[in-house]
């Protein structure tokens, strides 16, 4: 089992306690290809689960990252959501579906299965809505 994490938390000496539970580094600060990196590791294995959160997790964000949506469509792989509504104290999942290359038609059935669900803190959470400078794939 691995997880990534922003390269922030590999401070000494935490960060070897981390890589020797599977943590991978990730530099958020600079362009490094990480979609190219995560959908050639989907690639090369024949069992991966990644687990994605494209909203911020700490403060609101205008737009959720669609970088998950790159990965899956380039990798082949199925996107799975799923979701904590808090304050009904329920989660759950949808169904898996493949993206289709058209990044605005697809999000429209991730921003329908998100409508009416709320996190513990409705304050931080952004409209489900993509940046207007994502273009096609």
Known sequence: MGFICKDDL????????????GGIPVNRR???????????????SSQLILLITPEGTRRKS??????????AHKANIPILLGYIDYPNKRLGTGSL????????????IIQKFYAGKTGKFPQNQGP??????VGPI
């Open 97 to 108: 579906f493949y993206t289709s290359g058209n990044i605005h038609e697809d999000f429209k």
């Open 62 to 71: 205008a737009y959720w990252k669609s970088g998950f949506y790159y990965i």
């Open 10 to 21: 590999f401070w000494w000496p935490l960060g070897i306690i981390l890589k020797k539970l």
């Open 128 to 133: 489900i809505q993509l940046n207007p400078t």
């Open 30 to 44: 600079t362009r490094t290809n990480f979609v190219d990196q995560i959908a050639d590791a989907f690639n090369r």
